[in-house]
C-alpha cells in the first residue's frame, strides 16, 4: 500500500493502494482438485498491504527456521529491555471507508440482510462465550433460511463437543427458539478444535467440510482476561487468528470474514479513528519470542514490551489487526471494535448477562453492600455497549463487506460514547437506585458508594469499608464453625476494580463514521430486525434492566423474592443510618475529650440553644 512521505508517527492508508501479490502458499496434502483450485484463487491475488509500511519502519523479517526465529526474539528482547522506544513507529495502515450510499426504496438491487444469510453455511469461533451465545440465537432467530452454523468448540475436562453443544443449547438464552422453532436447534454443528492448536485442532475432514460450505466466518475467538499470561495470550489472540486467516484462504466461496477487535486496542492513544494503527513492534517478532524465551523471563519483559498499553489483552488485540492486514490478502474482511460490552439492550430478552467480566461484577458487588469507593473520574465518558448491539452490527458489517465488494479493509468502532454518552456518575446513579429497587437476596449491608480520584483518600476508604468489615465478618465466621469467605471476596473485588481503573480513569472519543454511514444503508425493515443504533438506547431503564438481569440469571433469584429482598433492605437502610450516626456521635465524643476549647465551644452552642428554646413560646 503506497503512503504519502511524511513524518508523522502515523498517518492514515492512502484511498488508490497499490496492490503487491505474493506467491501462493503450498496446498496442504489430501486435499481434492477443488479445494486446490479455491486456495490458487485465493492466494493468486493476496494483498500484502502491510508489506511497504512494515520495510518503511526498518522491520526484518522474522527468518524462515530456528534461525530466524531466534534472531527476531533476540532483537524483540533486546527491544523491550531497552530504555528507548525499541522499533520506531511505522505508518498506519488500513483500508479507508467506502463511500455508502443511503437505502432508497426504489433500489430493486438491494438485498435484505436475512435473504442474504439464506442457504449459506457460517462458521464462528468463540461460539461458546458471551458474545458467541447471542450470535448464534440471533442468526437463528433472525434468518430462518440459514443452512448450517459450524461452532468450534473445544473438548472441556473430558467433555465431548456434542455434550458441550447441547448444554449450550439447553441454556436459557434458547429458550423461545426451543418453544418457537426447535428444528432450527439442529443447524447449529460443533467442530470439535482449539484456537491454540496448529490449523486450530480441526480434523482435515472437518476442514475440507467448513472449506467447500463456508461463506461467512465471525472470529470472536479470544482471551479476554485482562492479567492473563503473554504467552497465552498471543497464542490465541494473534496466533488463533492467523491460524483462522490460512484456512479462510482455502474456503471456495468466502464472501465475509468479520473479526472481532475491541476498541481499546488503541488505547495508547486518546482519539481513536477507524484504520488501523502501526504496532510498537513487528508482530512476528512478538511470535517468534514468545516461541523462544521462558516463561518466567516472558513475564519479566511484559511491562516493557506492552508499553503504555495496560494489559496483554490489548496490546496483542493491536497486533493482531496489524497481522490480520498483512495476512489477509484479498480475503473480504472487516473488523468490528466494541467498548465495553455489557448486558442485552432487548434480544433475546433485556438484561441477559452470562458472566460477572468488566462493569457486572462491580455493580453486583454494590448490590450486595460489599463494594463502596473505587478510583474513577465520575465526569469521564463510560464507553459501555449491550452486548445485541454489536451482534446485530456483526451480522450487519458481514452483509456489506458481501454485498459490496472492495479492496478495502473496513473497520467499525462499536461504541456508545459520540452519539449517546453516559458519564460514571450517571452510571453509577441509575445502578445503585436500581439495586435498592431490586435488591439482591442475602444482601449484607445498604448500597453506598462513591467515585474519588484521590487515591489516599481511596486507600483509607478501601480499608475502613471494605476490608475491615470483611476481617471481622469472617472472624465471627470462625467463631462460630463457618467456612470465612468474605476477605476473599473482597481481594477478588480489588483485582477486578485495579483492572477497570485504568479505563474509569481515562477517556477515547472513538470515531463512529462507518457504523453510522452502514446504517443508514439498511432498509427501515432491517434497521428494525437488525438494531445497532445506539441513540435509542434510554440508560435510566436500559440500567434497571441490566440489575434485574443479573439478579436472574447469575445469581438466579426469581422476581417473587422480591418483596422480601425489599423488606431487608429497608431494614438495612435503617441500620445504614444508625451505623452512621453511632459513628458521629462517637468522633464527636473522642474529640471533645482531646480538646477543651472544642469542649468549651460545644458548652456554649448547647447554652445558647437551650435559650433559644426558652424563647419559643413567646415569640
Known amino acids: 500500500m503506497s503512503h504519502a512521505a511524511n513524518n508523522k508517527a502515523e498517518t492514515e492508508a492512502a484511498p488508490n493502494s497499490s496492490l503487491k501479490q505474493s506467491a501462493a502458499p503450498p496446498p496442504a496434502n489430501g486435499h481434492d482438485a477443488k479445494l486446490l483450485n479455491g486456495t490458487l484463487a485465493r492466494t493468486n491475488g493476496l494483498t500484502h498491504a502491510a508489506s511497504v509500511a512494515t520495510s518503511s519502519s526498518g522491520y526484518g523479517s522474522s527468518g524462515a527456521?530456528?534461525?530466524?526465529?531466534?534472531?527476531?526474539?533476540?532483537?524483540?528482547?533486546?527491544?523491550?529491555?531497552?530504555?528507548?522506544?525499541?522499533?520506531?513507529?511505522?505508518?498506519?495502515?488500513?483500508?479507508?471507508?467506502?463511500?455508502?450510499?443511503?437505502?432508497?426504496?426504489?433500489?430493486?438491487?438491494?438485498?435484505?440482510?436475512?435473504?442474504?444469510?439464506?442457504?449459506?453455511?457460517?462458521?464462528?469461533t468463540g461460539g461458546t462465550g458471551f458474545m458467541g451465545k447471542v450470535l448464534v440465537e440471533k442468526l437463528l432467530r433472525s434468518c430462518p433460511d440459514i443452512r448450517n452454523i459450524y461452532l468450534l468448540i473445544r473438548p472441556k475436562r473430558g467433555q465431548e463437543?456434542?455434550?458441550?453443544?447441547?448444554?449450550?443449547?439447553?441454556?436459557?438464552?434458547?429458550?423461545?427458539?426451543?418453544?418457537?422453532?426447535?428444528?432450527?436447534?439442529?443447524?447449529?454443528?460443533?467442530?470439535?478444535?482449539?484456537?491454540?492448536?496448529?490449523?486450530?485442532?480441526?480434523?482435515?475432514?472437518?476442514?475440507?467440510?467448513?472449506?467447500?460450505?463456508?461463506?461467512?466466518?465471525?472470529?470472536?475467538?479470544?482471551?479476554?482476561?485482562?492479567?492473563?499470561?503473554?504467552?497465552?495470550?498471543?497464542?490465541?489472540?494473534?496466533?488463533?487468528?492467523?491460524?483462522?486467516?490460512?484456512?479462510?484462504?482455502?474456503?471456495?466461496?468466502?464472501?465475509?470474514?468479520?473479526?472481532?477487535?475491541?476498541?481499546?486496542?488503541?488505547?495508547?492513544?486518546?482519539?481513536?479513528?477507524?484504520?488501523?494503527?502501526?504496532?510498537?513492534?513487528?508482530?512476528?517478532?512478538?511470535?517468534?519470542?514468545?516461541?523462544?524465551?521462558?516463561?518466567?523471563?516472558?513475564?519479566?519483559?511484559?511491562?516493557?514490551?506492552?508499553?503504555?498499553?495496560?494489559?496483554?489483552?490489548?496490546?496483542?488485540?493491536?497486533?493482531?489487526?496489524?497481522?490480520?492486514?498483512?495476512?489477509?490478502?484479498?480475503?473480504?474482511?472487516?473488523?468490528?471494535?466494541?467498548?465495553?460490552?455489557?448486558?442485552?439492550?432487548?434480544?433475546?430478552?433485556?438484561?441477559?448477562?452470562?458472566?460477572?467480566?468488566?462493569?457486572?461484577?462491580?455493580?453486583?458487588?454494590?448490590?450486595?453492600?460489599?463494594?463502596?469507593?473505587?478510583?474513577?473520574?465520575?465526569?469521564?465518558v463510560a464507553d459501555m455497549v449491550p452486548v445485541d448491539i454489536v451482534i446485530n452490527l456483526?451480522?450487519?458489517?458481514?452483509?456489506?463487506?458481501?454485498?459490496?465488494?472492495?479492496?478495502?479493509?473496513?473497520?467499525?468502532?462499536?461504541?456508545?460514547?459520540?452519539r449517546n454518552p453516559i458519564i460514571w456518575s450517571e452510571f453509577v446513579k441509575h445502578a445503585m437506585t436500581s439495586v435498592r429497587k431490586h435488591p439482591l437476596e442475602g444482601c449484607l449491608w445498604y448500597p453506598t458508594g462513591d467515585l474519588r480520584m484521590n487515591r489516599p483518600m481511596n486507600t483509607l476508604n478501601c480499608i475502613a469499608k471494605h476490608f475491615l468489615p470483611a476481617y471481622i465478618l469472617d472472624g465471627v465466621a470462625r467463631i462460630m464453625g463457618k467456612k470465612p469467605f468474605v476477605v476473599n471476596v473482597q481481594n477478588k473485588i480489588a483485582k477486578a476494580v485495579e483492572c477497570l481503573e485504568y479505563f474509569a480513569t481515562r477517556q477515547w472519543r472513538f470515531k463512529d463514521d462507518n457504523v453510522h454511514a452502514l446504517l443508514h444503508t439498511l432498509s427501515p425493515k432491517d434497521r428494525e430486525i437488525f438494531v445497532f443504533d445506539v441513540r435509542h438506547i434510554n440508560w435510566d431503564k436500559y440500567v434497571e434492566r441490566y440489575v434485574l438481569g443479573f439478579r436472574e440469571f447469575l445469581f438466579k433469584q426469581r422476581p417473587e423474592s422480591l418483596p422480601a429482598s425489599r423488606k431487608r433492605m429497608l431494614r438495612l437502610y435503617y441500620l445504614h443510618q444508625l451505623t452512621k450516626l453511632v459513628a458521629v456521635l462517637l468522633t464527636w465524643r473522642f474529640l471533645m475529650s482531646r480538646s477543651k476549647r472544642l469542649n468549651d465551644l460545644w458548652s456554649s452552642f448547647l447554652e445558647n440553644a437551650l435559650k433559644m428554646a426558652r424563647l419559643i413560646p413567646f415569640l
Not at 454443528?189 to 475440507?208: A, M, V, Y
Not at 451480522?395 to 459520540?418: D, E, V
Open 394 to 418: 456483526m451480522i450487519a458489517a458481514a452483509w456489506r463487506t458481501a454485498t459490496r465488494k472492495s479492496n478495502n479493509l473496513l473497520i467499525y468502532n462499536c461504541c456508545t460514547g459520540q
Open 161 to 380: 463437543v456434542s455434550a458441550r453443544l447441547t448444554e449450550l443449547l439447553n441454556a436459557p438464552l434458547f429458550e423461545s427458539l426451543r418453544q418457537e422453532k426447535p428444528k432450527e436447534l439442529s443447524k447449529v454443528i460443533p467442530i470439535s478444535g482449539d484456537i491454540t492448536s496448529e490449523e486450530l485442532g480441526i480434523s482435515e475432514k472437518d476442514q475440507n467440510l467448513l472449506c467447500r460450505n463456508v461463506s461467512v466466518v465471525f472470529h470472536s475467538a479470544a482471551t479476554v482476561k485482562f492479567d492473563e499470561k503473554l504467552k497465552l495470550s498471543v497464542t490465541i489472540n494473534m496466533l488463533g487468528t492467523k491460524r483462522l486467516v490460512e484456512l479462510c484462504h482455502r474456503m471456495l466461496s468466502l464472501d465475509a470474514l468479520i473479526h472481532v477487535s475491541t476498541a481499546y486496542c488503541n488505547c495508547d492513544r486518546t482519539d481513536v479513528s477507524e484504520v488501523i494503527y502501526a504496532p510498537p513492534y513487528n508482530p512476528d517478532d512478538i511470535i517468534s519470542l514468545i516461541n523462544w524465551l521462558p516463561e518466567d523471563i516472558l513475564d519479566q519483559l511484559t511491562p516493557r514490551l506492552i508499553g503504555k498499553r495496560p494489559n496483554t489483552y490489548t496490546f496483542t488485540k493491536a497486533l493482531a489487526e496489524h497481522m490480520l492486514l498483512k495476512e489477509a490478502g484479498n480475503l473480504p474482511v472487516a473488523i468490528v471494535r466494541p467498548s465495553i460490552v455489557t448486558a442485552s439492550l432487548n434480544e433475546p430478552f433485556a438484561g441477559w448477562v452470562d458472566n460477572f467480566n468488566g462493569p457486572t461484577g462491580l455493580v453486583s458487588a454494590l448490590a450486595k453492600g460489599m463494594f463502596r469507593t473505587m478510583m474513577c473520574e465520575k465526569n469521564y
Open 65 to 124: 527456521g530456528a534461525g530466524g526465529a531466534a534472531s527476531s526474539a533476540s532483537s524483540a528482547a533486546a527491544a523491550a529491555g531497552a530504555s528507548s522506544t525499541a522499533l520506531p513507529l511505522p505508518p498506519s495502515s488500513n483500508g479507508l471507508q467506502m463511500p455508502y450510499e443511503r437505502f432508497r426504496a426504489d433500489d430493486t438491487s438491494y438485498v435484505p440482510i436475512g435473504q442474504f444469510y439464506a442457504g449459506r453455511s457460517v462458521f464462528i
